[in-house]
Nanobody, 124 residues
Framework: QGQLVESGGGLVQAGDSLRLSCAAS????????MGWFRQAPGKEREFVAA????????YYADSVKGRFTVSRDNAKNTVYLQMNSLKPEDTAVYYC?????????????????RGQGTQVTVSS
């Protein structure tokens, strides 16, 4: 059984940067497409970014395009989300997710594995 553990969240000011990490254990996730989702209080889960198994293809929600960058290091079984120019509306719990069904599956808000999440709070 695979496990995904997120880290790197915290409280920052608007305009700051954070780098989230997602460490996989229990299985090799190099054969999985990986993604990031977020959920703010009272709101539905939102797709943020996805990256293909090889890392050659990346996808972003319009709300984060140009500010966030997803990457992966398959040798370390780790996925990253670099978040720059953070805004108060980026405040949410951020989840790492994995799927073997394709990045389209993640982009539609689905996943096969998901971590417990890490809180990101951006103050104005």
């Amino acid at each position: 059984q695979g496990q995904l553990v997120e880290s790197g969240g915290g409280l920052v000011q608007a305009g700051d940067s954070l780098r989230l990490s997602c460490a996989a254990s229990g299985r090799t996730f190099s054969g999985y497409d990986m993604g990031w989702f977020r959920q703010a209080p009272g709101k539905e889960r939102e797709f943020v970014a996805a990256i293909s198994q090889s890392g050659r293809s990346t996808y972003y929600a319009d709300s984060v395009k140009g500010r966030f960058t997803v990457s992966r290091d398959n040798a370390k079984n780790t996925v990253y989300l670099q978040m720059n120019s953070l805004k108060p509306e980026d405040t949410a719990v951020y989840y790492c997710a994995a799927s073997q069904r394709g990045t389209w599956y993640l982009r539609e808000g689905n996943y096969d594995y998901r971590g417990q999440g890490t809180q990101v709070t951006v103050s104005s």
